[in-house]
C-alpha cells in the first residue's frame, strides 16, 4: 500500500500549485483522506480533510479561501489546490488516509501516510 504525494516545488507568493497524492495497492475510496504540512522545527498540522464522499471537508483557518481540497474515487487520488500561496505555507506536505469514512483532523485518525513533497514559497 502506498501514497504518492507530487506536485510540490519553488514557487514566489501569490503562485498556485496543486498537490496530487496517488494511492497503489487497494483503493481508499471509503476513506477520509487528508493533507497535513509540516515547517522545519513544528509539529505536523492538518490543512485540509475530506470525506469518502468529498461532501465533507476541513480546512485550518490558515489556508481558507485559498486550498481546495477534492478527491476522485475512480483514479484513487486526492488533490490540494493551492492558491495565493505565502511564504508561511512552506512546508513537507503529507497525503494520509483514515481508518475511517469521515472528516478527520488529529494524526492519530491517520493510519496511512505518503512521502510528503516539498512546498517552498519565496517572498
Known amino acids: 500500500v502506498q501514497l504518492q504525494a507530487s506536485g510540490g516545488g519553488l514557487v514566489q507568493a501569490g503562485d498556485s500549485l496543486r498537490l496530487s497524492c496517488a494511492a497503489s495497492g487497494r483503493t481508499f475510496s471509503n476513506n477520509g483522506m487528508a493533507w497535513f504540512r509540516q515547517a522545519p522545527g513544528k509539529e505536523r498540522d492538518v490543512v485540509s480533510a475530506?470525506?469518502?464522499?468529498?461532501?465533507?471537508?476541513y480546512y485550518a483557518d490558515s489556508v481558507k479561501g485559498r486550498f481546495t481540497i477534492s478527491r476522485d474515487n475512480a483514479k484513487n487520488t486526492v488533490y490540494l489546490q493551492m492558491n495565493s500561496l505565502k511564504p508561511e505555507d512552506t512546508a513537507i506536505y503529507y497525503c494520509a488516509a483514515a481508518r475511517f469514512s469521515g472528516t478527520y483532523i488529529r494524526l492519530q485518525d491517520y493510519n496511512y501516510w505518503g512521502q510528503g513533497t516539498q512546498v517552498t514559497v519565496s517572498s
Open positions: 475530506i470525506n469518502w464522499r468529498g461532501g465533507g471537508t
